[in-house]
Every structure is written in structure tokens, then in C-alpha cells.
Nanobody
Framework: VQLQASGGGLVQAGGSLRLSCAAS????????MGWYRQAPGKQRELVAH???????NYGNSVKGRFTISRGDAKNTVYLRMNSLKPEDTAVYYC???????????WGQGTLVTVSS
């Protein structure tokens, strides 16, 4: 499985961005997709996750501001980020998971910078 993420960039606090991630390869094995982020000096943390059935899960710091969704083809996941804060600044990584084998796949990361 290969993941290609896009959509990061520089935005002012209070602004919005949308990240996209497209999966290719053995996508039939994917049960869930999502986003993690890692800020400098911090551990990677869950941002949002969505299952193939559409069940979503969000990190506490982004609840109510970020929305994860999947495209019609189910191999694409989007992250709509509203009301961005400087503390949202991080490298955002697309993730796909095969629940059966517990294999995780990672995209290359896309940088989101929120200026105050």
C-alpha cells in the first residue's frame, strides 16, 4: 500500500486547510485510514481516524474543529481543518491500517504551519 498526501502549507491562526491522501496498491486490505501528526520535540499523535464503515475518531485537541471523511472510491481520505491554532503546527502523516494483520502504512508527511 502506498499513500500520497497533499494539502499542507502555511496559514494564519483561525484559518482553514484541507489535507488529502490517496491510497494505491493493495487497498483491498485497508480497513481504516486516518491522520497523525508530529510536532518538533513531541511524539506522534492521533489526529483523526475513519473506518471503512464510516466510524470516526478524533484526538481530543482537534474535536469540533477538524473533520475526517472518505472519498466515494474509499481509497481517499480528507482532513478538513478549521479554526487552526499555532499549536496545530506539525508534520501530518496519512495512515492506513489493516486490522487483521495490524499492519500500518504511512505516507510521506505534509507540513502544516499555523502562524499567530
Amino acid at each position: 500500500v502506498q499513500l500520497q498526501a497533499s494539502g499542507g502549507g502555511l496559514v494564519q491562526a483561525g484559518g482553514s486547510l484541507r489535507l488529502s491522501c490517496a491510497a494505491s496498491g493493495s487497498i483491498f486490505s485497508i480497513n481504516g485510514m486516518g491522520w497523525y501528526r508530529q510536532a518538533p520535540g513531541k511524539q506522534r499523535e492521533l489526529v483523526a481516524h475513519i473506518t471503512s464503515g464510516g466510524i470516526t475518531n478524533y484526538g481530543n485537541s482537534v474535536k469540533g474543529r477538524f473533520t475526517i471523511s472518505r472519498g466515494d472510491a474509499k481509497n481517499t481520505v480528507y482532513l478538513r481543518m478549521n479554526s487552526l491554532k499555532p499549536e496545530d503546527t506539525a508534520v501530518y502523516y496519512c495512515n492506513a491500517v489493516d486490522y487483521g494483520s495490524r499492519l500500518h502504512y504511512w505516507g510521506q508527511g505534509t507540513l502544516v504551519t499555523v502562524s499567530s
